[in-house]
């Protein structure tokens, strides 16, 4: 079912898309530039008929995009991503390497036959 609404909801997302590219423009680019006297603030009372498909075409896709969110919800529901993470803690801790001591991490001392720098002869 989730995926005969994935494929209506693709389908419409093209057809908004083609729809949207087939009306007519009102201006230049972000609204300015020369429009003709109507625009999206004018007051013409009829709407042509690529503006009614849009609107059907957009309503449609918003349902079949709260569809797919609450089919998601129901899938997923009960799951949490930190359930998914956690580390199953083994009663075993035998295998693994003990900590080094302190005093492995200090440099050698003036005692030690390690020079900390290499001789120049």
Do not use: Y
Not at 24 to 47: I, K, N, Q, Y
Not at 61 to 90: E, H, N, W, Y
Not at 91 to 104: I, M, V, Y
Not at 108 to 121: C, I, R, Y
């Amino acid at each position: 079912m989730e995926n005969v609404v994935l494929i209506i909801h693709l389908l419409l997302a093209l057809g908004l898309i083609a729809v949207v590219l087939l009306q007519r423009s009102e201006g230049g680019g972000l609204g300015m530039g020369g429009g003709g006297g109507g625009g999206a603030v004018s007051g013409r009372a009829a709407a042509t008929a690529l503006s009614r498909l849009t609107w059907i075409l957009a309503i449609a896709f918003i349902c079949t995009s709260i569809t797919l969110t609450i089919m998601a919800a129901q899938k997923s529901a009960g799951a949490s991503v930190t359930d998914r993470l956690a580390v199953p803690q083994t009663e075993d801790q035998g295998d693994t390497p003990a900590a080094p001591l302190g005093s492995d991490l200090l440099p050698p001392s003036e005692g030690d036959n390690a020079p900390l720098v290499p001789s120049a002869d």
